[in-house]
């Protein structure tokens, strides 16, 4: 247990284990996941793809995260969260650099798949212990959740810095992606030591005997959140899309690459300020409304670039979807903690993960097929855009299981 000096000290304390907590979510999302975004118009252009193949990277990686979620519950409760959370960031830094030294398609195909596995380790491990801290401050609990999903954000701004900083130096040298991927492989094991602290701390530290009794709650059953799931297996199909292929969309439009730097840049902190924005909205519905209320503001943010090559708009749309999209995962492990016994955590937040990554792996390559045709990205992203708003109806028929 952590000390408990004073509510105010004990609660500094968990601010500070969020924080450095959320660097899983960097490491698992805004590297692992998006950096690949800013890589994949240089890997197209010298490699040749389509963008269907370019989509199909990011599926494979989402194939990844779908196995991997399926394994995790099993590693936690085997090896525990905490060692789950630091050798799966072990193993995402290492499948990040790998994938610098291979331009053979296939070979990338399964770079980009291991890291998928390990990086669903760290995300749902790291959100688990979330959980238990955010329990230990039930009034502040949306807020600590937000931190640490909000971590994403610091890999999306981090990634924004480095990558176009590395293409341009190493600009004259063959492949010139490869140092990236090395570079954010990298970054990932500065982040690993970092998580190194939060994993000791919290993977000793189980709920108080008198919170867990106090919650009198049903284990966790699928039927009873299939709207949320369905809702949150769109949300994989359609952000994905807009995180995949938006900066390949501003470069075809013809965007200048420093106003490209500072909209993934903004972006990536708009992610980082989402803890504050929503922290209320999770703590007070107990049911799907936040996911609704979310996935429908991100519908909208996907739909701007669609209908625009004004970059203003497009520009506000990349800060109201870096505002919204992992408040909105963050929202499905509030549904989780309100509304389950505390046994059940690992199991509701692998069955969301795992929905999660299925609509991914669905999603890339979808959008990519359809940028493909004869509407181009633009078309991409409203297919995209139609996915969310449907999931927004979905999620608002979740209600929940019980009293406020």
Request: aromatic residues 12%.
């Amino acid at each position: 247990m952590l000390p408990k000096s004073s509510s105010s000290a004990v609660f500094s304390e968990n601010l500070l284990l969020a924080l450095a907590l959320a660097l899983g979510a960097a490491v698992s999302l805004g590297i692992t996941r998006f950096a690949y975004g800013l890589l994949l118009v240089p890997m197209r252009i010298d490699l040749g793809w389509s963008y269907t193949i370019a989509g199909l990277m990011n599926t494979a990686n989402a194939l990844g995260y779908f196995i991997g979620a399926l394994a995790t519950p099993f590693l936690m409760k085997r090896y525990g969260a905490a060692a789950v959370l630091l050798w799966g960031s072990v193993l995402a830094s290492l499948f990040m650099g790998l994938s610098g030294f291979f331009t053979d398609t296939y070979l990338l195909l399964l770079q980009r798949l291991m890291a998928g596995v390990a990086s669903a380790l760290v995300f749902i491990a790291g959100g688990l212990l979330v959980a238990r801290l955010a329990a230990l401050e039930p009034q502040r609990g949306g807020l600590l959740l937000g931190i640490y999903y909000g971590g994403t954000g610091i890999g999306i701004f981090a990634s924004a810095l480095l990558v176009p900083w590395v293409l341009a130096s190493a600009v004259n040298t063959t492949h010139a992606w490869s140092w990236a991927w090395w570079a954010l492989g990298l970054l990932c094991v500065l982040a690993t030591l970092c998580l190194m602290w939060p994993a000791k701390v919290l993977g000793q530290q189980q709920l108080a005997a008198s919170t867990q009794q106090s919650l009198d709650r049903p284990d966790f059953q699928i039927k009873d959140f299939r709207f949320a799931l369905a809702s949150y297996t769109l949300f994989g199909v359609g952000y994905i899309g807009y995180m995949t292929f938006v900066i390949a969309l501003l470069k075809e439009q013809g965007v200048a690459s420093h106003l490209i730097t500072i909209f993934y840049s903004l972006l990536g902190l708009a992610v980082m300020a989402s803890s504050r924005i929503w922290a209320r909205l999770l703590d007070r519905y107990k049911g799907g409304q936040a996911l609704a209320i979310l996935s429908a503001l991100l519908s909208l943010a996907t739909l701007l670039p669609a209908i625009t090559s004004i970059f203003f708009v497009i520009f506000l749309s990349g800060l109201l979807f870096g505002a919204v999209f992992l408040s909105l995962v963050a929202s499905t492990t509030a549904l989780v903690r309100h509304n389950v016994t505390p046994s059940s955590w690992p199991k509701g937040i692998s069955a969301f993960t795992a929905v999660f990554a299925f609509g991914q792996i669905v999603g890339p390559t979808m959008v990519g097929f359809v940028a493909d045709g004869p509407g181009g990205l633009a078309l991409g992203l409203l297919f995209s855009s139609v996915a969310l708003g449907l999931g927004a109806v979905l999620a608002s028929r979740q209600k929940a299981l019980v009293a406020r």
